[in-house]
């Protein structure tokens, strides 16, 4: 027999050839062993290891109630009422584009813009944060709430979370005080959580006024509960009881806010002020604490607050009347003549004018080859300072700038708080303007003029000032010069009422005015309003005396013939102005009125002013017979809203 030769079929050579081949199998399965346990162990851990906790146990957040809003008195202005909003949890989201999304969206009647700006959060969200709840819908309707309810099992990693909801019981009445709340930014979510904070999406924040000022205190602290859940992001009842009993911590409520504001005046004020614009201010002249305070027109917080549609957005943007501005602090205006204590301070202090210095008044004053005109066509005659602040009389003040010039009066402004912000905090506001020589040579064409400050000295030309600036001014007229910072706050609470802090009156500068300047000037206003030949004599009370001035400041130039306020176009019509203080000799209080477009001083702010001031008296009356407790009963409107539309 043939020897037997080493070929191709040798059995050992076969057996080499399959090991080699299931070495390079067990080499490749190692590698891709290797890899994917880099991928879950390393690149992916943190990914994984939240998603294998989070298939078990789940921290629910318990939300924090935020901290209500009162008036002196105690009545609840804002608070909370039970809601309830949908959130999505993109990692329990299975099949969430193919099916979640549609459903939710043929649940709640969302549009295609709504389904598309939901889509997008649900695809960030899983990228970004897969375990981070997005929002579908705030504050539901009992039906949208009724149908996702009633279709949670076809809706994976869908909530519906009780949430408080903020309740303005005020509706526009303070809407400037108080502000509104809207959803949090990403760029404020990752600037306030960088601080500190632990906000998280589809949270909402306080825009302007209180809301805003005092974020962080309403804010509180939330809370958390674990729960045992699916992968589908759903709880288990039957393994919570496998927790233990430290896995809830409470939340904690915000603080209370506690206003120097007392309802019942504000609501007061609110029906007496005819304007359907303007501004109303009543404070504290010894302690510079708000009491009331009106910006109209308002807006409705709740609106803002809530599911706002752009038709109502756009709506409040093209308003001509500006709802979301402040006239109290954040417009100013030209004063007119409540404007003249001023210049009638300035003059005193130049020591060339006193309150028994005489003028004239023909009904004009000559100034080159231009009559500057008094608001009496006839004139006032011979007039002394106590005289021309009495019947409002141009041809005095006229007198004075064309003697002294414009900055000894602009430095008076000054000192009393003009041209610069009041720091009031909790509203946005403007510096108004206190124009000088110096400010008409940088914006004036040809530099300054005598004639500016003929028109300063009667509170019109470049003078503009915001109603709280005017208040703060005729309260240290009041007061013996004493120049307050506002105050809308009187303390803040915790829930159980315990005094967190308390505001104390803040003196911003005590103005050096000699007491016989203030002696004349406070008689002159006591005349305006209880003598006759007084610009406020019709208004005046019987049973409180008032210190006051009236103003009508031009808003365009007056032409040959006087026109009366029904012949003018509404947007052409003079602002009307009162500014005033009660007692005269003891004051307690002052009130500035602007009734913007409103026609006289006289006839269209001196009436409010001295019913405001009436009704303060009358509301101490009714507290000194029968002091009311402190309560803790929510606001409800009893006096019908003001027409609002331009005539």
């Known amino acids: 027999m043939a020897p037997r030769t080493l070929v191709a079929d040798t059995p050992g050579r076969d057996f080499r050839k399959r090991f080699l081949w299931l070495g390079i199998a067990m080499v490749s399965g190692m590698a891709l062993l290797a890899l994917q346990l880099y991928r879950l162990q390393i690149a992916q851990a943190e990914e994984y290891a939240a998603k294998s906790v989070a298939n078990f146990v789940k921290e629910v957040r318990l939300r924090a109630d935020r901290g209500a809003i009162k008036d002196v008195r105690g009545t609840i202005l804002v608070d909370s ?22 459903k939710l969206a043929e649940l709640l ?23 981070q709840p997005v929002p579908i819908l705030v504050d539901l309707t009992r039906d949208e709430y009724d149908r996702l309810n009633a279709r949670r099992n076809e809706l994976d990693g869908v909530d519906i979370v009780p949430v408080p909801h ?14 509104y709340m809207n959803e949090i930014t990403q760029e404020e979510l990752e600037r306030f959580n960088a601080d500190g904070a632990s906000y998280s999406r589809g949270d909402y924040v306080g825009r302007r006024g209180l809301e805003r000022y005092f974020e962080s205190q309403l804010r509180g602290t939330d809370g958390v509960r674990q729960e045992v859940v699916d992968a589908r992001g759903q709880t288990l009842e039957a393994f919570n009881g496998l927790l233990t009993s430290d896995t ?10 506690i206003l120097s504001l007392d309802m019942r005046l504000q609501e007061a004020v609110e029906h007496i002020f005819p304007g359907i614009a303007g501004a109303v201010v009543v404070i504290d002249v010894s302690t510079g604490f708000i009491r009331a ?14 599911r706002i549609t752009p038709e109502q957005m756009g709506a409040l943007a093209r308003d001509p009347l500006q709802p979301m501005i402040n006239r109290v602090t954040a417009e100013h205006y030209a004063p007119g ?63 004075v700038a064309d003697v002294l010039g414009l900055d000894p009066i602009s430095e008076m402004g000054r000192l009393l708080g003009f041209g610069q912000p009041t720091g009031i905090g909790v509203m946005a506001e403007v510096p108004g303007v206190m124009p000088t020589s110096g400010y008409h040579d940088r914006v004036t064409p040809g530099g300054y003029f005598k004639g500016a400050a003929l028109n300063s000295s009667i509170g019109q030309g470049d003078d503009a000032v915001t109603v709280m600036q005017m208040a703060l001014m005729y309260s240290a007229i009041a007061n013996g010069g004493t120049l307050y910072k506002p105050q809308l706050v009187a303390r803040l609470e915790d829930a159980a009422g315990r005094v967190v802090t308390e505001s104390e009156p803040e003196v911003v500068r005590k103005v050096d005015i000699p007491e016989a300047h203030l002696k004349a000037v406070k008689e002159g206003l006591v005349a305006t309003v209880n003598e006759g030949g007084g ?11 008032v210190a006051g001035k009236t103003g009508t400041a031009q808003v365009a130039r007056i032409g040959a013939v006087r026109l009366r306020t029904q012949q003018m176009d509404y947007y052409m019509r003079h602002h009307a102005w009162f500014a005033g203080f009660a007692p005269a000799d003891k004051p307690e209080i002052a009130v500035v009125i602007l009734n913007e477009h409103g026609g006289g001083g006289s006839s269209d702010a001196a009436p409010t002013g001295l019913e405001v001031i009436a009704k303060y008296f009358e509301l101490k ?24 539309a331009p005539n």
Not at 166 to 179: D, E, K, M, P
Not at 535 to 545: H, M, N, Y
């Open 248 to 257: 809830t911590r409470a939340p904690v409520p915000g603080h209370n806010i």
């Open 166 to 179: 903020r309740n303005y019981r005020t509706g526009s009445l303070l809407s400037h005080v108080i502000g």
């Open 337 to 399: 003549s409540i404007f003249k204590v001023v210049t009638a301070l300035a003059a005193f202090k130049s020591g060339q004018f006193s309150p028994h210095t005489v003028i004239n008044c023909p009904g004009g004053y000559r100034l080159g080859t231009r009559v500057w005109r008094c608001h009496r066509d006839a004139g006032h005659g011979p007039r002394d300072g106590r005289e021309a602040l009495m019947s409002s009389c141009d041809v005095w003040y006229y007198k």
């Open 81 to 102: 009422r039970p809601s309830f909003d949908a959130f999505l949890t993109p990692a329990f989201c299975q099949a969430c584009a193919e099916k979640v999304i549609p």
């Open 535 to 545: 610009t406020a004599f019709a208004s005046r009370l019987r049973d409180v005396v």
């Open 109 to 131: 009647r969302m549009d295609d813009a709504q389904r598309q700006r939901l889509e997008t959060l649900a695809r960030v969200g899983r990228r970004n944060g897969p375990f």
């Open 293 to 306: 305070l009106v910006s109209r027109p308002g807006f409705d917080p709740n609106l803002l607050t809530g």
């Open 621 to 644: 009356k009714q507290d000194a017979e029968a002091p009311p407790p402190l309560v803790n009963a929510p606001y409800v409107r009893s006096t019908p809203a003001k027409k609002r």
